[in-house]
């Protein structure tokens, strides 16, 4: 298993860089005497993030973790598991601002914004399209820059094959330009490991903390050309939550606010088997 693999990194110590630098914004690590590029590229929503994914990305989520600890809590107990999110502090030596998952081909990449960002390696690097690939513990790598990737080394050279001019992730219709603390967007092509079991063509959830956090979380989830099962579903999360739920054609969508102290649990109502 993933976290099993994790596991034999963690009780090593974590990060175990010789070498650690904080370059300023020109620096490249090209500076630092290793031949390679930086990762540069928007990420301030999932769009963005879809813009770096494979075409082939079934699920992909994205979450701005400075938002609320409340949001960064329910999310991490709501969401497909997540390296960054259950041991962030043990993969870089200062904490993730932002984090993305995506998934495709049966394996998973993510996508870590960290300020300051770091250069670190201990001897050893792995070049692949002019960027180096850093081993991290035995099992993973990390390619720095702006997010800073990383996965698995078969995991990540596909998003550096989209990142230097290959296909991206298609088929998301529901994304706009509106920004949110936690994105998610799901293909019901992905089968059974997608929310509600992917019983629908596609899925968006959008959740916002509102300025003043004791007031909750504004709440968007949308469902295009769902299954009968999942309008019934949906229509009952609504009506359990105190949630608006309204049709449009072949979408439904499901929207409110969200108390504080509830938001874990309509969470993993929404994205559950």
Same mark, same amino acid.
């Given at each position: 298993?993933?976290?099993?693999?994790?596991?034999?990194?963690?009780?090593?110590?974590?990060?175990?860089?010789?070498?650690?630098?904080?370059?300023?914004?020109?620096?490249?690590?090209?500076?630092?005497?290793?031949?390679?590029?930086?990762?540069?590229?928007?990420?301030?929503?999932?769009?963005?993030?879809?813009?770096?994914?494979?075409?082939?990305?079934?699920?992909?989520?994205?979450?701005? #973790? *400075? %938002?609320?600890?409340?949001?960064?809590?329910?999310?991490?107990? /709501?969401?497909? $598991?997540?390296?960054? @999110?259950?041991? =962030?502090?043990?993969?870089?030596?200062?904490?993730?601002?932002?984090?993305?998952?995506?998934?495709?081909?049966?394996?998973?990449?993510?996508?870590?914004?960290?300020?300051?960002?770091?250069?670190?390696?201990?001897?050893?690097?792995?070049?692949?399209?002019?960027?180096?690939?850093?081993?991290?513990?035995?099992?993973?790598?990390?390619?720095?820059?702006?997010?800073?990737?990383?996965?698995?080394?078969?995991?990540?050279?596909?998003?550096?094959?989209?990142?230097?001019?290959? #296909? *991206? %992730?298609?088929?998301?219709?529901?994304?706009?330009?509106?920004? /949110?603390?936690? $994105?998610?967007?799901? @293909?019901?092509? =992905?089968?059974?490991?997608?929310?509600?079991?992917?019983?629908?063509?596609?899925?968006?959830?959008?959740?916002?903390?509102?300025?003043?956090?004791?007031?909750?979380?504004?709440?968007?989830?949308?469902?295009?050309?769902?299954?009968?099962?999942?309008?019934?579903?949906?229509?009952?999360?609504?009506?359990?939550?105190?949630?608006?739920?309204?049709?449009?054609?072949?979408?439904?969508?499901?929207?409110?606010?969200?108390?504080?102290?509830?938001?874990?649990?309509?969470?993993?109502?929404?994205?559950?088997?």
């Amino acid at each position: 298993m993933v976290l099993s693999a994790f596991a034999s990194f963690v009780m090593m110590g974590g990060n175990q860089n010789e070498n650690v630098v904080v370059p300023s914004g020109s620096d490249s690590l090209q500076t630092f005497g290793v031949q390679g590029r930086l990762v540069e590229w928007d990420f301030e929503g999932l769009k963005d993030v879809l813009q770096m994914s494979p075409e082939s990305t079934v699920m992909a989520y994205w979450i701005n #973790l *400075s %938002a609320s600890q409340n949001l960064t809590d329910a999310a991490t107990a /709501a969401l497909p $598991q997540s390296l960054g @999110l259950s041991y =962030g502090s043990q993969i870089y030596s200062t904490k993730i601002e932002k984090l993305a998952h995506v998934n495709f081909n049966g394996t998973w990449a993510e996508f870590h914004e960290i300020q300051p960002y770091l250069i670190g390696y201990n001897g050893l690097v792995i070049p692949y399209q002019d960027y180096m690939m850093i081993p991290v513990g035995t099992d993973y790598a990390v390619v720095y820059g702006r997010p800073s990737l990383f996965g698995t080394q078969d995991s990540v050279r596909p998003v550096i094959d989209v990142i230097t001019g290959g #296909l *991206s %992730a298609e088929g998301f219709t529901l994304i706009d330009d509106e920004q /949110a603390d936690l $994105q998610v967007a799901a @293909l019901g092509s =992905g089968g059974m490991g997608m929310p509600l079991s992917g019983g629908y063509k596609e899925f968006y959830l959008g959740v916002n903390a509102a300025k003043s956090q004791d007031q909750g979380f504004y709440l968007l989830a949308m469902y295009l050309q769902p299954q009968a099962s999942i309008g019934s579903k949906a229509g009952e999360i609504a009506a359990k939550n105190n949630l608006s739920y309204s049709t449009k054609g072949s979408e439904i969508e499901i929207s409110g606010l969200v108390a504080r102290e509830n938001l874990q649990n309509v969470l993993m109502a929404l994205l559950g088997p």
